[in-house]
């Protein structure tokens, strides 16, 4: 048993990579290749057992599975919605594992924080060399690779917006924005969520400091600090209002992302149905990538009320304060990468998962 679950948290170290890709031309993640496995544990481990909190997730397997067969009538992008199912199954799965191999999961996730501290490191160093394409050695990603994507620098050499593991860095911040969260519960846990704040700090994301204020605005208790990230979260938010085209020439294009959007919320209104158009991929230029485009596109606005009643349900049942620090990460996860099928949200379920009836809280108050 031990030596499955262990199986599965290797998988999830390459998130970029794909074994199936480079064998067969097939793009999926390593993780879906241990479903067929967690499906037999499940099935015949005797104390495998679902309670309330995993019904959420089995009706988004349950609506995702009938959406297999809206695409195959309409011709859409099926590979895209299996890709969705089979990842809300896996969830499904892996959220008790979480709970049965909870040593497990608090040992890979410190090892999963210290293997991407020791990439960046190496990351930093292959950029100041000029090695640039070995740099991105842990990413086959086909779109990638097709525009010969290259780590930037993050305002002046030798400071780069390093990806870790992940595919880019604003996804990198996603996952280090709920490593922070998670080992900022424990006391015990303290480096490490010092570490991930190192690391969100120097990694010249957008999504890093919005989330960085976000939190010290709604968790840091002193008022000081409190004042300087509203001030600075209003005075961002003028500035991208006021001044939006002085700051697109002085970033060289930097900040365009985050008006492309904003922009997307409005700009496929008109055309979605209650029940979708079918799902799109970003480099199509159809969507962008926050959870409005890609959900109403892909499943209508009926099918989004749906998926968020389903998720709201399923932050309700964990039993835990602690969740509240989760949910900054996840909004701000919504606005800059919007698809459910990245590792980030399962990582953030699997928090949730652990948290959830846990025996001892060790919650420290923020100063």
């Known amino acids: 048993m031990n030596s499955l679950f262990r199986l599965y948290f290797i998988s999830l170290f390459l998130p970029a990579f794909s074994v199936l890709f480079l064998l067969i031309g097939l793009n999926v993640q390593n993780r879906i290749m241990w479903l067929p496995l967690g499906i037999i544990f499940f099935l015949i481990y005797k104390h495998c057992t679902c309670s309330k909190v995993d019904l959420p997730i089995l009706f988004l397997c349950s609506f995702f599975f009938i959406y297999c067969f809206v695409a195959v009538e309409h011709s859409w992008n099926v590979p895209m919605y299996v890709g969705y199912f089979l990842t809300f199954l896996l969830l499904f799965v892996t959220n008790i594992v ?208 749906f998926i968020f009643i389903c998720l709201f349900s399923f932050y309700h049942l964990i039993q835990n304060r602690d969740k509240n620090y989760f949910c900054i990460p996840f909004f701000c996860g919504l606005m800059s990468s919007g698809s459910f099928l990245i590792l980030q949200y399962s990582l953030l379920s699997y928090c949730l998962m652990y948290l959830h009836n846990n025996p001892i809280n060790n919650t420290i108050e923020y100063e």
């Open 98 to 305: 979480i709970r049965d191999c909870r040593d497990g999961f608090l040992l890979f996730f410190k090892r999963f924080l210290l293997v991407n501290f020791a990439y960046v490191i190496f990351q930093l160093i292959c950029l100041n060399l000029g090695f640039d394409e070995l740099a991105m050695i842990h990413s086959n990603l086909p779109a990638q690779k097709a525009a010969e994507y290259t780590i930037p620098i993050f305002l002046v050499k030798p400071f780069y917006r390093y990806t870790g593991l992940f595919n880019e860095s604003s996804p990198f911040a996603f996952y280090l924005s709920i490593s922070f969260c998670f080992f900022g519960v424990f006391e015990e846990c303290k480096r490490y969520k010092y570490l991930s704040l190192f690391l969100l700090l120097f990694s010249g994301a957008k999504f890093a400091y919005l989330f960085l204020l976000l939190h010290a605005f709604f968790f840091i208790k002193s008022k000081v600090v409190k004042l300087f990230a509203l001030l600075t979260l209003i005075s961002s938010f003028l500035l991208f209002i006021y001044y939006a085209d002085d700051l697109i020439l002085m970033t060289n294009g930097e900040v365009a992302s985050i008006f492309a959007r904003f922009n997307s919320f409005g700009n496929y209104s008109s055309d979605i149905n209650y029940w979708g158009l079918g799902l799109q991929e970003s480099s199509e230029g159809k969507v962008s990538l926050d959870f409005f485009s890609i959900l109403t596109f892909g499943f209508g606005y009926c099918g989004l009320v």
